[in-house]
């Protein structure tokens, strides 16, 4: 059975870090596509990061040069390490691996910035 749990999200400082992971079992990792998103109160669903099975990575604007999508695949897990964190991320942040017209998501992980 196809599945992905996320972990690492917590409460943090403004400055701080995270480093979030996702590991996913009943799939072939390898080739699915992955990628992070977020979602706000009041918000849409954002994607934050991606990185694709052949290993091109994107980001969005706001946190370009502060995060960083990785993946392993020996150990089908994906990662986003997130520094220079500020009260705007805060959010449920959530793992999706894609491959065509098959989707998956992780149950969530709350990530909140706040002094």
């Known amino acids: 059975q196809e599945r992905l749990v996320e972990s690492g999200g917590g409460l943090v400082q403004p400055g701080g870090s995270l480093r979030l992971s996702c590991a996913a079992s009943?799939?072939?990792?390898?080739?699915?596509?992955t990628g992070w998103y977020r979602q706000a109160p009041g918000r849409q669903r954002e994607l934050v990061a991606s990185?694709?099975?052949?290993?091109?990575?994107d980001y969005i604007g706001s946190v370009k040069g502060r995060f960083t999508i990785s993946r392993d695949n020996a150990k089908n897990t994906v990662y986003l390490q997130m520094n220079s964190l500020k009260p705007e991320d805060t959010a449920v942040y959530y793992c999706?691996?894609?491959?065509?017209?098959?989707?998956?998501w992780g149950q969530g992980t709350q990530v909140t910035v706040s002094s």
């Open positions: 990185i694709s099975s052949g290993g091109n990575v």
């Open positions: 999706n691996v894609k491959r065509n017209v098959r989707t998956y």
């Open positions: 009943g799939i072939a990792f390898n080739l699915y596509n």
